[in-house]
């Protein structure tokens, strides 16, 4: 009798790894998926705060990288990761260079750095300067919107710097509803306020629009004043400018004495970020040895935590923070890899088996 066996099962070949894909995103791909979408973004960055709030981010301290040759000049990495429905992790690394300026090419450069949540692979690299511009604008939108909740809407508004940024901050108003009667322009360089001018004339902007010669009249006359500079330290220190009470988006952070904070209502994106690398809100820290003249994050007023008295100027004073720039730039890269035009770099990653 013969007994059959049954034959012994052979080691199946090995499943050759599958390599990460890797794609690189240009300037006029991101400002393609970004144009135009000012609401959608603002309510974007408004999930984004609110994730931050509930800890569903982690987002360390900025790291600046200086250069005792060029002490003007500074490369910051934002390493953050965001939780939510479409997690990602990353890392946005920007310069900011002010001699730029006189060369032609713009103060800011930027590249954002996206990687899988799963994996750790970094699966993206966007250019990010129109990332962190939007974001940035986004912000600033979003606050303006809810610190005028119980208080008249601004109808002057003044601009204090006039580059990129405020042109997005100009844009992302006027495409989520805001009107003005008239703008201000004060800036240091005549020609930038030139060319801030004419650029508002192109947009179609209606409003009686005035170039200020003196910080002090672009303040007194609007009751809306955004600070888009590259100072280093502050250079606005009379109180007694901000009388009438205005909203103020201290976006560059570094504009105002620490006693106009003093005497004002301030909002931060986040405390600790915010108290940190000489900002203005970090200097008045240094200076009363506490944190009470903080009213709270722009989180705790969007959720309620915290309601903005309408008697007194408002200060907004946004650190900027890496979650919001990986919730833009994830948003740009789903929407240009729903177009079908990720450029994707193929055997970026190679070495993929373990032993060779």
């Given at each position: 009798?013969?007994t059959?066996?049954?034959p012994?099962?052979q080691?199946?070949?090995?499943?050759?790894?599958?390599?990460?894909s890797?794609a690189?995103?240009?300037?006029?791909q991101v400002q393609?998926?970004?144009q135009?979408?000012?609401p959608?973004?603002v309510?974007?960055?408004?999930a984004?705060?609110?994730?931050?709030?509930?800890g569903?981010?982690?987002?360390p301290?900025?790291?600046?990288?200086?250069f005792?040759?060029?002490p003007t000049s500074r490369?910051?990495?934002?390493?953050?990761?965001?939780?939510?429905?479409?997690?990602?992790?990353?890392?946005?690394?920007?310069?900011?260079?002010?001699?730029?300026?006189?060369?032609?090419?713009?103060r800011?450069?930027?590249?954002?750095i996206?990687?899988?949540h799963?994996?750790g692979?970094?699966?993206?690299?966007?250019e990010?300067s129109?990332i962190?511009?939007?974001?940035?604008?986004a912000?600033?939108?979003?606050a303006?919107?809810?610190?005028t909740h119980?208080?008249?809407?601004?109808?002057?508004?003044g601009?204090?710097?006039?580059?990129l940024i405020?042109?997005?901050?100009?844009?992302?108003?006027?495409?989520?509803?805001?009107?003005?009667?008239?703008?201000?322009?004060?800036?240091?360089?005549a020609?930038?306020a030139?060319?801030?001018?004419?650029?508002?004339?192109?947009?179609?902007?209606?409003q009686?629009i005035t170039v200020?010669?003196?910080?002090?009249q672009?303040?007194r006359?609007?009751d809306?004043?955004?600070?888009?500079?590259?100072?280093?330290r502050p250079?606005?220190?009379?109180?007694?400018?901000?009388?009438?009470?205005?909203?103020?988006?201290h976006v560059?952070?570094?504009d105002?004495?620490?006693?106009?904070?003093l005497?004002?209502?301030?909002?931060v994106?986040?405390v600790?970020?915010?108290?940190k690398?000489?900002?203005s809100?970090?200097?008045?820290?240094q200076?009363?040895?506490?944190?009470?003249?903080?009213?709270?994050t722009l989180?705790?007023?969007?959720t309620?935590r915290?309601?903005?008295?309408?008697d007194r100027?408002?200060?907004?004073?946004?650190?900027g923070?890496?979650?919001?720039?990986?919730a833009?730039?994830?948003?740009?890269?789903d929407?240009?890899?729903?177009?079908?035009?990720l450029?994707?770099?193929?055997d970026?990653?190679?070495?993929?088996?373990?032993?060779?």
């Open positions: 009798m013969t059959l066996h049954p012994v099962p080691p199946a070949d090995p499943v050759p790894p599958t390599a990460p890797f690189v995103i240009s300037g006029a393609r998926a970004l135009g979408r000012a959608e973004i309510d974007l960055i408004d984004t705060y609110r994730l931050h709030g509930a569903d981010t982690v987002n301290p900025s790291y600046f990288l200086r005792p040759d060029r490369i910051i990495a934002l390493p953050a990761s965001l939780g939510g429905p479409t997690p990602v992790d990353g890392l946005k690394w920007i310069s900011s260079f002010p001699t730029n300026v006189a060369n032609g090419i713009p800011a450069s930027a590249v954002l996206l990687n899988d799963d994996t692979y970094p699966f993206a690299c966007l990010s129109i962190s511009a939007t974001r940035t604008a912000s600033a939108t979003l303006a919107d809810r610190l119980n208080r008249p809407r601004p109808r002057t508004i601009f204090f710097g006039t580059g405020a042109r997005y901050i100009h844009t992302f108003l006027t495409q989520t509803g805001w009107e003005f009667d008239q703008i201000g322009i004060h800036d240091l360089s020609d930038s030139a060319g801030f001018r004419l650029y508002l004339e192109q947009s179609g902007a209606k009686w200020h010669d003196s910080a002090e672009l303040i006359t609007s809306l004043v955004v600070f888009a500079t590259v100072a280093a250079h606005v220190s009379e109180a007694a400018w901000f009388d009438h009470h205005p909203l103020v988006l560059s952070l570094r105002l004495a620490p006693e106009i904070l005497s004002a209502t301030n909002i994106d986040d600790e970020h915010c108290l690398a000489d900002t809100p970090h200097l008045a820290e200076l009363t040895g506490r944190r009470d003249f903080l009213l709270g989180d705790d007023v969007l309620g915290v309601t903005v008295p309408p100027t408002v200060v907004f004073s946004p650190f923070l890496g979650v919001l720039d990986l833009v730039g994830k948003h740009v890269y929407e240009v890899a729903r177009s079908g035009e450029h994707v770099v193929g970026f990653f190679h070495e993929l088996r373990r032993h060779g």
